[in-house]
């Protein structure tokens, strides 16, 4: 049986096809590489109810997946992420209770695991030997795993304020790891310098073609998760915008499947009022953003001052008939804070974003009562710095 139905790549802006048997970067256009599959053969071979019946996780997609060979797969145990109720959390009188999809159940604990399981198994199957990618932290950290499993070596460039967390994991599973007195587009540049020394292939957000395959599996999910009738609205924290371009991408196969049928979510991409390129853009009518200056937030994983996907992500914005909403940092920790002390949910920062912007949407009329809404909390809050605590007590005299 046929294992990927990919047949070829095509570049995002001219439509200009591409040999998927060779390792590709960027189009001939500097845009990104997109993959497409022949949808007709796996509409009349495989009915959803058998990828429905099969056990959960990333690779039950294999079919809309690039790998071609099973043997090329470098996995961790890529599970299916729950959703998650937040019943006691607060929201508007009246409104359904939002639900968030908890990517921080993944390997390595991050959504950032979809993207590179696929892409360093396309690189295996490529024959790649080095790996280098510029990361605010959680992509470093996917890559180093899956990179050490596979036998690749693999290079990441951080922010110097990188949590340490995520420095720390990087090193201990055998990646080179730099600080680097910049920012993610400053750490890019140095991955690009450094490619004609060092021979590495550039696994930045959208310069390869394979890690948007990854995370599209988040829409993927949401369809068999929710009986193939996805939810109305989707809040996506949006920094390079991969997985909000990937669910985009995998609802339209899913449609040309006939596996599913409209409407399709509204999409939102949450920013920081730190660092809100797409918002602004959004807002201008734009159709490509502009570098944000002096970019700060305490959600690095969204601090992304400028998209190479940014026309992808307006374009699935607008295409969706969704927003992008932007949230100072004081409703981030806020939002953090309450979801964990009401729901028992530890969200990331980026997370928290997207409860803060479901708020604020929802008290403008942006989000109505009867609508279900899905939130992406995109890692682990285990990886980010907690409340310290301070009290102590004296097990002679426990309660004086």
């Not at 080179?176 to 450094?194: F, Q, T």
Request: proline share 7%; hydrophobic share 45%; glycine share 8%.
């Amino acid at each position: 049986m046929r294992y990927s139905y990919a047949t070829h790549l095509e570049c995002s802006v001219s439509a200009e096809t591409y040999n998927i048997a060779g390792l590709h970067g960027l189009s001939a256009a500097n845009k990104p590489l997109l993959v497409r599959y022949d949808l007709d053969a796996l509409r009349r071979t495989v009915p959803r109810e058998e990828i429905a019946a099969r056990p959960a996780g990333l690779w039950r997609w294999r079919e809309l997946l690039p790998v071609a060979d099973p043997a090329h797969i470098v996995s961790l145990g890529e599970v299916e992420t729950p959703l998650v109720s937040l019943s006691n959390s607060r929201r508007p009188a009246g409104f359904v209770p939002p639900m968030v999809k908890d990517e921080g159940r993944l390997p390595t604990g991050s959504f950032k695991a979809r993207g590179l399981c696929v892409a360093v198994s396309m690189a295996r199957a490529h024959g790649v030997q080095r790996i280098a990618i510029p990361t605010n932290g959680n992509a470093g950290a996917a890559l180093a795993a899956y990179a050490a499993r596979a036998g690749i070596e693999a290079y990441c460039f951080c922010p110097d304020d990188t949590p340490e967390i995520n420095l720390s994991e990087i090193a201990l599973q055998g990646a080179a790891v730099w600080r680097v007195n910049g920012l993610i587009n400053d750490c890019a540049r140095l991955v690009e310098l450094g490619k004609p020394q060092f021979g590495w292939f550039d696994m930045s957000t959208l310069k390869e073609p394979y890690r948007i395959e990854g995370k599209k599996t988040m829409g993927l999910e949401l369809a068999v998760q929710m009986d193939w009738r996805l939810p109305d609205v989707v809040f996506y924290p949006t920094g390079g915008g991969t997985g909000l371009i990937g669910m985009w991408k995998a609802w339209q196969e899913l449609l040309a499947l006939g596996w599913i049928s409209g409407p399709l979510p509204r999409l939102v991409a949450v920013q920081s009022t730190g660092c809100a390129p797409i918002v602004r853009a959004f807002e201008a009518g734009a159709d490509a953003a502009t570098p944000w200056e002096n970019p700060r937030t305490i959600a690095a994983g969204i601090r992304v001052p400028t998209a190479l996907g940014d026309f992808l992500i307006l374009r699935a914005l607008r295409d969706s008939g969704g927003f992008a909403l932007a949230v100072p940092d004081s409703a981030i920790e806020s939002a953090r804070q309450h979801v964990g002390s009401q729901d028992g949910l530890l969200l990331s920062p980026e997370g928290a974003a997207t409860y803060a912007a479901y708020l604020q949407a929802a008290a403008s009329g942006k989000v109505r009562a009867t609508e279900r809404v899905v939130l992406f909390n995109c890692a682990s809050g285990l990886k980010y710095p907690m409340p310290a605590v301070t009290e102590h007590m004296d097990v002679r005299r426990p309660f004086a």
